[in-house]
C-alpha cells in the first residue's frame, strides 16, 4: 500500500500504537499540538537535533528501512552520548512522498522503536509532513546532565587526546555502498548503517576525568578543529596511533583509497573523541573499555599553539594538518 | 554568495553570532554536540516539532526569507500556545541547497530570530546540511507548562466551542499567492504569510476554564475531529457563526471560491479552537479579547454522539459534515 492509498490519519494511528509512551514522567505522549513532560528534577537537559535526508546521507537501498530508522536515532543519541548525557524523549519529523509504500515508513518506525528500547528512551511527538523529492527525517532528542555538561571547551595544553573504536571505517561503506561492491566487507557496511552510540563509554570517560568531549561525525579532522576552536589550544595527532577497523587495510588496497585520509576526514564514525590529563588518560582508558565495552587509544597531545594542528607521519615527519573534514555544501 | 562559496563554517559563525543565548538558564548554546539547559523547577516542559518542505508548505517566492524564517517559528508557537505554555527554547534544522544565497539562508535566521525576540524564546542549537532539491526548515520548540496540561481531551457534551480570530483567510492568501493575483488583498496575504501564535489568548482562555484546545492548523473539520476523538463526543456547527476575515467575501466572489469550504477546511489560520462549560463561555470571551487581542466567538456545541459532526446551515438545515481538513498524502 503507497503513502497516498493509506493516508496521514492511518499512519499516525498506527505510530501512537507503535511508540505508546504515557506514564510517568510523560503526561502527554505523541497525539496532542505538542508533548508535555514531567522533566526530572535537579538534572540540567541536553537537547539536539539531526536532519537526514535522502541522497545526501543515504540512499534507500543502502540499508533496510529498520536500519535508516535505528541510524536515525543513534546520530542523536551519540549527540547526547558526547555531554555525557542519558537520553529521555525524542521527536521524530518525517517527510514523505506520496508514492513511498507504507510498510516502508513503518519499518523505518519500528527501527527508531528498537533503538529507543535498546538505549532507554520514549519518542513522544513528532510531525509527518509530505515531501516532493526524497524522504527527510529529523529527529530531536533530549537527555538528563547530571553535574557539569561535558563541552568542547575545556582542553588544555599537555593533555592527552583520546577516541574510541576505530575510525574510516563508516566512510570507506559508505563507498562501498555508493559503488555497489561492499559484499567482501561486511564490518565496513556495519560501521556505515548501524553506529552504535557510545553512551556508557562517555559517562566513564566523564568520570575518569574527560576534560572536553565531542563525537566524531564529520571526520576527526573537523571535530577536532571544533575542540580547539572551543578550548584555544592546538594539537599535534600521531598518525601510526589511529585504530582502524579490521576490513579497512584490504578495501584500501582493493580500492586505491588512502587510508588516512578516510581516518582523518570521513566522517560518521561516532566515535567519541575526549581530552583527559596525563595523569588521568590511563585509568580513563581502562574505564572506558570496561563500563564502555569498547577500546580507546591515545592518538595525540593538546599544545598550546591555538588553531595549529599538526600530524606526525609514521616516519616521523611533522606537518600541519590538511584534510577537511565533511563540509556540507562546499566541494572542493 | 551561494551557499558553496560559504560554506557551512561561515554560516555557523554567522548564526552563533545571531542567536548569541547563553547566560540564565541556557548553559551550553548553539556550537557543541547538543544544547544544554537549566530547565526551570518544578514545571512541566511542553515540546513540539514542525517540518516546513519548500513545494509543499511554501514557495520561496510567496514570501520574504524574513516571513519564512518567522512564519516558520510561529506554527511551533502556535503549538506551544494551544497547550498554555510558555515559549523557551528552539533547536532550527535547515536542509539548504548548495546554490542557495547565502543571504536568503541569514535573512531566513533574522526571520527566525525576530519571531524569538517577539516572542521571549532563544534558538540554542539546530543542525545544517545540504540539501538536493528544495529548503527544508524543522524547528522544535519547548515551553513551560504550569499547572495542568491543555489537552485535546477535556471537551464534554454541553459545552461551547469557541475560536479566536477569523478562518479561512490563510488558505485564500496561499490560493491567491499560487495563482499570482494576490494585490487586492492584503490581509489574505498577510494571513497566511505572518500567522500570529496565540499565546495570550491561550493564557487567557485556559485560566478561563477552558476543558480543551488545539490550534487550527489543518483547518477547523479536522481539528475539531481531533477534539471529538480525543475527547469521546461529538459537535455541532453553526454555519452561520463562523468568524470570517473582511476580504474573504471579495475574494471568493471573484474566484468563485467557497467561502464556507475554505473556513472549515482550509487550514493554516493558526488560531485557537477552545471548549468551555456553558457557564464560563462569556467570561471566557472576555478575557480572550481583553488578555489576548483578539476576538473570539461561539461557533457550536458540544455534543454526546461520540464522533459525530454535524452543521447547521444558516437556512436552519442540519447535516454531517463532509468537509475533509487538509491531509498530507492524500489527494482525493
Redesign the interface.
Known sequence: ML??E????A?LIEVRRLFASEGDDV??GI?????????P??T????????L?????FQTGWQSAEELGRKSLMVNL???A??A?QPL?A??????E?RMEAEYVLDLCRGIKSGCDEYGLRV???????????L?I?I?A??S?SGD?M???GAAPGEAIVVTGALGGAAAGMRLLAAGTGDAYPGLLRAFRSPEPRLAAAMAARDAGATSM??ISDGLATDLRHICA?SGVGATIDIASLPHPPELDAACREHGWDREALALGGGEDYELLATFPAESVDGALKAIEQRGDVRAAVIGQITADAGAISVIAPDGHESALKTRGF?????D
Open positions: 503513502m497516498e493509506m493516508g496521514e490519519e499512519l503526561i502527554l497525539g496532542d499540538d505538542a508533548a508535555v513532560v514531567d522533566a528534577a535537579a540540567k537537559l541536553a537537547w539536539t537535533t539531526d536532519m535526508v535522502e541522497g545526501v546521507h551519540s549527540d547526547l558526547a555531554m548525557s524523549y521527536l521524530v519529523s518525517l517527510a514523505i506520496a513522544i511527538g513528532g510531525d509527518t509532513t509530505a515531501s516532493g523529492s526524497g527527510i529529523n530531536s533530549a537527555g546532565v555538561a563541552a568542547r571547551s565531542t563525537d572551543a563540509e556540507h555544501f562546499r566541494h
